[in-house]
């Protein structure tokens, strides 16, 4: 006798905390044999959504289980966002880059050894520094330059490749042009960022200089989603490190390069684990 394969998936789920359906969804999994193997859950007090990460494991394929899991939601009259992915699915990525490619080199290596749950599909810089490292991973590097006039050209190419590609999450691994607002706006929740955390107070060139100059005593660095409002999306991870008077511009320079490395690995593994969900302007993050 076959034993039917056993799939998992992750679902996550987010409501006002109000009209049973946080009851019913499990209610309706256990219904179809599912197993919850893990559950986190937070409600925000301030607003009364609640959000909920299950970890499920079933026999059901996702056409099924999602076909099944959207009659629930559709009883029920309030806003509800929910997802379902497959575990074993990774999550296509594109990423963009332009001159410094320490962000870059960290999230080549760590999905080449699998510690991201993530394939990326492909490169994209404004220069081409950083082809050579690209290819030697071989994934296709594309090369657009961005200039003020060429600039609504190069969007609509890198629209172009994102649509053949299937890309679902763009991450700007130091990237140092600015998208814009139209680009922003059509991909909500799906283009993180990273930048040092020092930008509001010391910004345009060399921050790392100007952190020196002013004897600052921690660098850090933030990810977040990329919004219309520069820099201000909903923040996913932040982290700092110590900086002392002894350290040189050259040596700041480096600690930020490793903090920065650090939070935007973390922030897309929790995104690729479908462990982030946005709460307005704020994300709730179930590391």
């Known amino acids: 006798m076959q034993v039917p394969q056993q799939i998992q998936y992750v679902i996550t789920l987010s409501c006002p905390d109000k009209g049973g359906l946080l009851r019913a969804v499990p209610r309706y999994l256990y219904s179809v044999g599912c197993s919850i193997e893990e559950s986190q859950q937070y409600k925000d007090i301030d607003t009364g959504f609640v959000f909920i990460r299950m970890r499920v494991c079933a026999e059901q394929t996702l056409e099924r289980l999602s076909e099944g899991l959207a009659n629930v939601v559709d009883g029920f009259s309030f806003p509800t966002e929910w997802q379902i992915h497959p575990v074993d699915q990774k999550l296509r990525v594109l990423i963009m880059v332009s001159k410094f490619g320490h962000c870059l080199n960290d999230l080549l290596f760590r999905a080449s050894i699998n510690e991201l749950p993530i394939e990326i599909a492909a490169v994209v810089s404004n220069h081409r520094d950083l082809e050579e490292l690209v290819g030697s991973y071989k994934i296709p590097f594309h090369h657009i330059p961005v200039t003020k006039d060429t600039k609504p050209e190069a969007e609509a190419r890198l629209l172009a490749l994102i649509e053949s590609e299937d890309i679902q999450l763009m991450v700007l691994a130091r990237y140092m042009q600015i998208l814009s607002d139209d680009l922003s706006k059509r ?35 933030t990810a977040h989603y990329v919004t219309a409002d520069l820099d201000e999306g909903p923040i996913i991870e932040q982290d700092i490190i110590r900086a002392g008077h002894w350290h040189t511009p050259e040596q700041l320079v480096t600690v930020g390069r490793e903090v920065e490395s650090r939070v935007l690995g973390r922030a897309l593994k929790w995104h690729s684990e479908h462990r982030v969900l946005l709460n307005g302007r704020r994300t709730v993050v179930f590391a």
Do not use: D, E, T
């Not at 990273?194 to 660095?221: D, E």
């Open 187 to 221: 991909l909500p929740g799906r283009i993180i960022n990273i930048h040092h955390s020092l930008l509001p107070s010391f910004k345009g060139a060399r921050p790392y200089h100007q952190a020196h100059a002013r004897g600052v005593k921690l660098i850090g660095a």
